[in-house]
C-alpha cells in the first residue's frame, strides 16, 4: 500500500484530475444531478416551512392554542437536529465507498420522506399520533438532507476546472432557487383559494408533487460517474477506513471554522423564509394577506438565481474569503433596517427586504461558499468534513435559532427587535469566521492535507 506524507497531493503516474482535461460530459451530468437533488431538498424546505407558518398548527398542533407556532417551528427545526446524524452517516459513506452512492440514497430518503408526508392523517382523524408521525418524517428528512448540500459542492468541486470551480460549483445551487420558486409558488397559488379547501386536503398536493422531482433525480444520478479526485484516491490505496475518525484527529479545527462560516448564510436563509412568514401574521396589514410570504419569496428566488452563480464566479477572480466576508457584513448592515421596514404594512417593503435579503445577502456567501468548504478539506475525509461542517451548522442555525425566536418573540409580544437582533449575531460570527481562514482559491482538490 503506498503512504504519502499528510501535506503531499495523491502520487501520480497518470496527471492529476486538476491537470487533465475536463470531461464535459461528466461535468454536465454532474451539474443536472447536483441541481435535482438541490431543488428537492428546497422544495421540501419550503413547503415545509410554509406549511408550518400557515397550515401545520390547527392540522397538527392545536391542543397547544396560542404556542401552536412555536411547536411548529421545533418541529420544522427537529430536522436540522437529525441533520448532523445524517452528515456521519452519508459522510462516511461518502469518503469510504465514493460520492455516487451518497446522492442515490439522500434523494430517495429526502423524497420519500416528502411524499409520505402528504399522505398523513391530522390531529381530529388520529389525535396524537399525527403529530407524532409527522415528526418521525421529519427526522428522515433531515438525515436525507444531511448529506445532500455536501454531496452536491463535493461532486462538482471534484469534477469542475480548478480556475472556474467557483463559477461552476454555484451553479446546481441554482436548483436552491428553483426549488424555492416551486415551493414558494405553490403556495403563493394555495393563498389565493379559499382557506376551508387548503385545510381540508389541497395542503397535501405539494407533498405529493415531490415524487416527480425524486423520479427525476434518481434516473439522472443512476448515470453518474464516480469522481476524479475519488478515483485517484482508490488507485493509490488512500481511501481512508474510518473518514469519521481521520476528520476528528486533522480536521476539528476546520470543521469549526465551517460551521461558523454558514453561520450568516444558514441561519439568515431560514428567518428570512421561514420566521418571517409567520412574523408577517402578526403585523395587522398582512394577518389576512396568506399569499404575501410565499409570494416575496418567488420574487427572492428569482435574484437569488442570478447572484449564486455570480458570487460564485465573482470567487474565482477575487477569492473566495473576500467575498464571503463582504457578504457577511452586509448582511450584519442591513439586519436592524430591515426588520424594522417589515412591520411599516407596505407589501412592497416586505418584497424588498425579502429580496435583498435572501436574494443578495445571503447569496454573497453561498456562492462562494460552494466550491470553499470542499477546498477547506483534504481529499481523504472532504465529504464527511463539508458534511458536518455544513449540517452541525444548520442544527444550530436553522434548528435552534428559529425555535429561540419563536420564543422570545411570544414573551416580547413578537418584537422585530427580536428578529434583527439574531440576523446581526449571525452576521457577525460569520464575518469574525473569515478572518480564521486562509484562501483557498485554485487549489489542487488531489492534496490530502486541509487547505484552511
Same mark, same amino acid.
Request: overall charge positive; proline content about 5%; some cysteine.
Given at each position: ?179 424555492? *420558486? %416551486?415551493? +414558494?409558488?405553490?403556495? /403563493?397559488?394555495?393563498?389565493? @383559494? ?5 385545510? $381540508?386536503?389541497?395542503? &397535501? ?91 416575496? *419569496? %418567488?420574487? +427572492?428566488?428569482?435574484? /437569488?438565481?442570478?447572484?449564486? @452563480? ?5 470567487? $474565482?477572480?477575487?477569492? &473566495? ?98 428578529? /434583527? ?32
Amino acid at each position: 500500500m503506498h503512504t504519502s506524507h499528510p501535506g503531499s497531493a495523491l502520487p501520480v503516474a497518470s496527471p492529476r484530475p486538476d491537470e487533465v482535461a475536463v470531461d464535459p460530459a461528466q461535468l454536465r451530468g454532474a451539474t443536472l444531478a447536483s441541481s435535482i437533488g438541490s431543488a428537492l431538498e428546497y422544495y421540501d424546505f419550503y413547503i415545509f416551512g410554509l406549511a408550518t407558518a400557515l397550515v401545520f398548527g390547527p392540522l397538527f398542533f392545536a391542543p397547544f392554542g396560542n404556542a401552536s407556532m412555536i411547536v411548529g417551528l421545533a418541529t420544522f427545526g427537529v430536522a436540522y437536529v437529525a441533520r448532523p446524524l445524517g452528515g456521519f452517516i452519508f459522510g462516511y459513506i461518502g469518503d469510504r465507498w465514493g460520492r455516487k452512492m451518497v446522492l442515490l440514497g439522500t434523494i430517495l430518503l429526502m423524497g420519500s420522506a416528502s411524499f409520505l408526508i402528504g399522505l398523513l392523517p391530522t390531529y381530529s382523524q388520529v389525535g396524537a399520533a399525527a403529530p407524532v408521525l409527522l415528526i418521525a418524517l421529519r427526522i428522515l428528512q433531515g438525515l436525507g438532507a444531511g448529506a445532500e448540500q455536501a454531496g452536491a459542492t463535493t461532486l462538482i468541486s471534484e469534477v469542475a476546472p480548478a480556475k472556474r470551480r467557483g463559477y461552476f460549483a454555484a451553479l446546481p445551487f441554482v436548483g436552491i432557487q428553483l426549488g424555492t *420558486l %416551486l415551493g +414558494a409558488g405553490t403556495f /403563493a397559488l394555495l393563498g389565493l @383559494v379559499d382557506p376551508k379547501l387548503v385545510q $381540508d386536503w389541497l395542503w &397535501r398536493v405539494p407533498f405529493l408533487c415531490s415524487f416527480i422531482l425524486i423520479a427525476t433525480a434518481v434516473v439522472i444520478r443512476l448515470r453518474l460517474k464516480e469522481t476524479p479526485v475519488f478515483q485517484e484516491l482508490e488507485k493509490h490505496n488512500e481511501v481512508v477506513k474510518n473518514p469519521i475518525v481521520a476528520v476528528v484527529r486533522s480536521s476539528w479545527r476546520t470543521v469549526l471554522k465551517g460551521i461558523g462560516i454558514r453561520m450568516a448564510e444558514n441561519g439568515n436563509s431560514s428567518i428570512y423564509s421561514v420566521v418571517v412568514v409567520s412574523f408577517l401574521g402578526t403585523v395587522a396589514a398582512f394577518k389576512t394577506d396568506k399569499a404575501i410570504g410565499p409570494a416575496s *419569496l %418567488l420574487v +427572492a428566488a428569482g435574484v /437569488a438565481a442570478v447572484a449564486v @452563480v455570480a458570487f460564485g464566479a465573482l470567487s $474565482d477572480r477575487v477569492g &473566495r474569503v473576500k467575498v464571503y466576508r463582504y457578504g457577511a457584513l452586509f448582511q450584519a448592515i442591513i439586519a436592524f433596517p430591515a426588520f424594522f421596514l417589515v412591520t411599516l404594512g407596505q407589501p412592497w417593503l416586505v418584497f424588498v427586504v425579502i429580496a435583498i435579503g435572501t436574494g443578495i445577502g445571503v447569496q454573497a456567501c453561498l456562492g462562494p461558499q460552494c466550491s470553499l468548504m470542499p477546498e477547506m478539506f483534504g481529499a481523504t475525509r472532504r465529504f464527511t468534513g463539508v458534511a458536518l461542517s455544513r449540517e452541525i451548522s444548520a442544527m444550530v442555525a436553522s434548528g435552534l435559532v428559529p425555535v429561540l425566536i419563536g420564543v422570545l418573540l411570544s414573551v416580547t409580544n413578537n418584537s422585530w427587535v427580536v428578529l /434583527a437582533g439574531f440576523s446581526l449575531l449571525l452576521a457577525l460570527i460569520t464575518f469574525a469566521t473569515t478572518f480564521t481562514i486562509r484562501e483557498t482559491k485554485g487549489r489542487d482538490l488531489t492534496a490530502l492535507e486541509d487547505g484552511a
